[in-house]
């Protein structure tokens, strides 16, 4: 398994199946650091609950559920705060739970596909813009997710205000892709 | 188009303006992206309704991005290359952003036809991008009275070609007399000439 990023740092994570970039990121949150939030953004709130339920045995985690959906989280054990689904409202309720942590956190924002899907590139664009800053601001660690296929152009533009890609194939990490020098 | 497809143009039409609105300065891309983001973000309050607005300097880049996909790019003195200069400069802009404006910066009013021409011949589905809009700052904007010469040579070709088309059914069909001759020759001959000389009668 690959290092961990450094305090500070946004990666994107593509997967081309199901759960596996929640896996990449939940294994690489350090155990001593402090909670993890998820931001369930996609419409799949059971998948990302049973990842997350699979990865965690701290009981200081955070989700914030902006699916849309209604789900059982009773069985996880975690937070579970519930946020407007629409990008303003998953932007407000991300950086609350960041800016609410005692310390310094690990964000998985899952998924920013479906953000893309639900509104559009600059809406997309707009929340990594901001959400990013406020992780580096905060020393805190996050990576959002990419679901399927993405265009080239659509990563590039979404991995400006970011500092890492991974791609991951068949549950491996296949290449990082330093931000292409165009930050 | 979807609603938030239209949102994403919508955006695009309004950095247009600003950049059609924009009146420059010395320090050029600074100028502008201050101009732009006062402009977009004028009375808007809650920080994830902002447009985001970022300068983005250096020779090959755009010099200001919204949105991280729509840039602003300038354009400098029209030459005889120009049209294949820019057009693979905006094909790998195009790898990087949806929509391109492209700022003509400090214009020659004798060069206005020859841009005119450039922009007749590079189109946003060539470059590969949603939206392609070409700006020259507001005192060079094409008015009226040249919107109406551009259009007098559309009208002045269409009416060659039928012309041409006339004198070629004369010249099959009644035989080579001496005024179909002439006719059909001056046919040609403005036909050849609109083509060829009528884009830069804007000047």
């Not at chain 2, 070629?168 to 046919?187: D, K, M, P, R």
Request: with cysteine.
């Amino acid at each position: 398994m690959s290092d961990p990023p450094p305090l500070g740092s946004n990666v994107l994570v593509v997967e081309s199946e199901p759960t596996a970039a929640l896996r990449y990121a939940f294994d690489r949150f350090d155990e001593t650091e402090g909670p993890t939030v998820v931001v369930n953004a996609a419409p799949r709130t059971e998948s990302v609950l049973a990842a997350a339920g699979e990865a965690w045995a701290a009981e200081a985690n955070h989700v914030v559920d902006c699916s849309g959906e209604t789900a059982d989280a009773t069985a996880l054990d975690a937070t579970v705060t519930v946020g407007g689904s629409d990008v303003p409202s998953v932007g407000e309720a991300t950086v609350r739970a960041l800016d609410d942590a005692t310390a310094p956190v690990g964000l998985c924002l899952d998924s920013v596909s479906a953000v893309v899907e639900r509104s559009s590139i600059q809406q997309a664009y707009k929340l990594l813009y901001l959400v990013a800053e406020r992780v580096r601001s905060l020393d805190a660690r996050a990576f959002y997710t990419w679901s399927g296929p993405i265009e080239e152009r659509t990563r590039r533009i979404l991995t400006r205000p970011l500092d890492d890609v991974v791609r991951l194939g068949a549950g491996e990490r296949r290449a990082t892709e330093a931000g292409d020098g165009e930050r | 188009m979807s609603g938030d497809a239209a949102g994403s143009r919508a955006t695009f039409d309004a950095v247009v303006d600003g950049v059609a609105a924009w009146q420059p300065d010395e320090a050029a891309t600074r100028g502008l992206c201050e101009h732009l983001d006062r402009r977009l973000n004028e009375g808007v309050e809650n920080v994830w309704e902002r447009e985001v607005v970022e300068r983005e300097p250096g020779s090959s880049e755009a010099e200001v991005v919204v949105n991280g996909e729509i840039a602003v790019v300038f354009a400098e003195a029209v030459g005889p290359a120009t049209v294949s200069r820019l057009r693979r400069s905006l094909s790998a802009l195009a790898r990087r952003y949806s929509y391109l404006v492209v700022y003509w910066r400090d214009p020659e009013r004798e060069d206005r036809g020859y841009r005119w021409s450039v922009e007749r011949s590079i189109s946003a589905r060539r470059v590969g991008t949603r939206g392609l809009t070409f700006v020259a700052p507001p005192d060079e904007a094409p008015s009226v009275a040249e919107g109406s010469r551009m259009l007098s040579w559309s009208t002045v070709a269409a009416g060659a070609t039928l012309l041409c088309a006339v004198s070629a059914s004369l010249w099959l069909v009644v035989g080579t007399t001496g005024l179909v001759q002439a006719l059909a020759a001056g046919a040609a001959g403005l036909f050849v000439w609109t083509l060829l000389v009528g884009p830069f009668v804007a000047r």
